[in-house]
């Protein structure tokens, strides 16, 4: 009997030691098809007419396979953008002898500055490549801005809202407290402000900042120059940096000088800028009171701060209508209704009068999932998220001449069939071919210009960047939409994160339901998609 009873137990043992081994062994085996990405950068490089190359098509698949979170999901053309815009993000790592850059075009272009770098994109450089692993591209990035030749101030750049925002994924604050001097000194000089080209950039008349359209990233725009909802607001997610920057510096005074400025700012743009006619934020010219009557892309950059008080939401109610911003490949930037609206194909080559541009795309899904997570109100939720993501994503595209459809990136769109403006109008700029004054041939392919990525990370699967240890996760997915999806090999705060959804539980084998892992530990098994939160520490 004893014998028995000994056998038995050991065999229970034996069952115990499988089933928790099995269980351990089947969570260190990665979700997604490790060929999946791989099969991504084949077909790249092989659609790829490589003209110009920092990190090149031989080096990408070891380069993203080093660096970046992995996606999957049932929708093709989001899932083939998203492996597609860091395909094409790794391409604009330079380095240089001042380190590492990030450029906007891969082509040398005469109105840019040191390394080829232009400060109008430079943000979402960061917003961008804050997801990959290898932190000294940003690094060396940081303090060539600031310390190494950058031009920091020759557009708008909320360079310290950028810089904090990196932070708040690698948690690593030495290259923030060593350049908040830096950073000071910058936000100073636009408060001070310059001459440029016979224009006064910056300064603090009516207590606002000035800038004129080009150089706030938006040329030949009806709303035009003066007192601009994106500078202002730059000023503002800035200020708000810094006094942050400052708390974690123990700099108890610039903490709350800064905190002052912002408040002076957000109080200035609710009172200013704000129509209440027309519910929007808009454009005040330097000379008269009245605002510009044109609603442009533009006016929810307040949002992208978090800045605005609830009661302003109405602004969004034009997003996702097709007489205001809607359109199949992208928002337009000036809404349709307006009788200036036009998509031209004369003139200078980049208007921002009627087409959709990926720059401020990306910056109102910032603001969007912002607005979800933040605020509470009913005037726009997920779906009108998703349609706007999946118009966005349907602008990553080209019909060559041979009639294949490849994935693409470039400048501005024209906002009902898909056409990159400036492409077609370039490639035959300089009788029949394309312009050397202009940035020679193909300049803006594979432009680096907006985001796209961070939108899927931070926006649609929600992961939430925080400076505490509380992992935030919001998913932006509509109810019903997807049976799947999984954003692995994230590194967040010195972990990886596994964030996915089997409705089914037999496409990843690990259940049912909704799951958070770190570091290959189950946190989170919910059996719905909804929002949840957890200490990273415990």
Not at 190 to 205: F, L, Q, S, V
Request: charged residues 25%; contains cysteine; neutral net charge.
């Amino acid at each position: 009997m004893k014998n028995k009873i000994i056998f038995k137990l050991k065999i229970i043992l034996a069952i115990f030691i499988f089933n928790n081994c099995s269980h351990l062994d089947n969570n260190l085996k990665p979700l997604i098809d490790e060929f999946k990405l791989q099969t991504y950068v084949e077909q790249f490089n092989k659609d790829d007419e490589e003209l110009y190359a920092n990190i090149s098509n031989k080096e990408a698949l070891n380069f993203l396979q080093k660096n970046i979170p992995l996606f999957e999901c049932p929708d093709i053309d989001i899932e083939r953008t998203y492996y597609f815009r860091w395909w094409t993000y790794r391409k604009h790592i330079k380095n240089t002898e001042d380190g590492y850059v990030i450029t906007e075009f891969l082509p040398d272009v005469p109105w840019s500055g040191k390394h080829n770098t232009i400060s109008c994109p430079a943000a979402h450089h960061y917003y961008e490549g804050r997801w990959l692993h290898n932190t000294k591209y940003l690094d060396d990035y940081s303090y060539f801005w600031l310390r190494k030749g950058g031009e920091p101030r020759l557009y708008s750049f909320w360079i310290a809202d950028a810089f904090y925002n990196r932070y708040l994924v690698t948690l690593d604050n030495k290259p923030l407290l060593d350049l908040l001097p830096d950073l000071i000194e910058n936000y100073k000089m636009w408060e001070t402000g310059w001459d440029w080209n016979g224009y006064h950039i910056g300064g603090r008349k009516n207590g606002l900042f000035y800038t004129i359209d080009d150089r706030d990233g938006g040329e030949f725009s009806v709303g035009g120059h003066g007192f601009r909802p994106t500078l202002n607001s730059f000023m503002y997610g800035d200020a708000i940096a810094i006094s942050k920057i400052s708390r974690l510096a123990g700099k108890r005074e610039l903490d709350k000088e800064y905190r002052s400025k912002a408040f002076k700012i957000k109080n200035l743009v609710q009172d200013k800028l704000w129509d209440s006619e027309s519910q929007f934020f808009k454009v005040l010219p330097k000379e008269g009171s009245e605002l510009s009557d044109a609603r442009e892309l533009y006016g929810y950059t307040p949002w992208y701060f978090n800045m605005p008080d609830s009661g302003y939401e109405e602004a969004w109610k034009h997003l996702i209508d097709k007489e205001g911003f809607y359109s199949p490949y992208g928002p337009t930037f000036l809404e349709q209704r307006h009788p200036e609206f036009k998509i031209s194909y004369e003139g200078h080559e980049c208007q921002w009068n009627g087409p959709s541009w990926p720059l401020a795309t990306c910056s109102v899904l910032t603001s969007l999932a912002n607005l979800l997570n933040n605020y509470d109100q009913n005037v726009i939720g997920k779906e009108e998220y998703f349609k706007t993501l999946k118009s966005y994503t349907n602008s990553h595209k080209l019909k060559r001449e041979d009639g294949k459809i490849v994935p693409w990136i470039d400048e501005n769109l024209n906002p009902f069939n898909g056409d990159w403006i400036s492409r077609t109008r370039l490639k035959s700029w300089d009788n029949g071919t394309w312009s050397i004054e202009k940035g020679g041939k193909e300049r803006g392919k594979d432009y680096n210009h907006s985001t796209y990525n961070d939108l899927i990370i931070t926006g649609l699967i929600g992961l939430r960047p925080r400076s505490d240890n509380i992992v935030e996760i919001n998913p932006l997915i509509p109810e019903g939409k997807w049976d799947y999806f999984c954003l692995d090999n994230v590194l967040y705060h010195g972990k990886i994160l596994t964030i996915f959804w089997d409705k089914t539980g037999e496409k990843y084998n690990r259940g049912k339901g909704f799951m958070v892992y770190v570091d290959n530990k189950l946190r989170i098994h919910n059996d719905k998609i909804k929002k949840v939160s957890f200490d990273l520490k415990n």
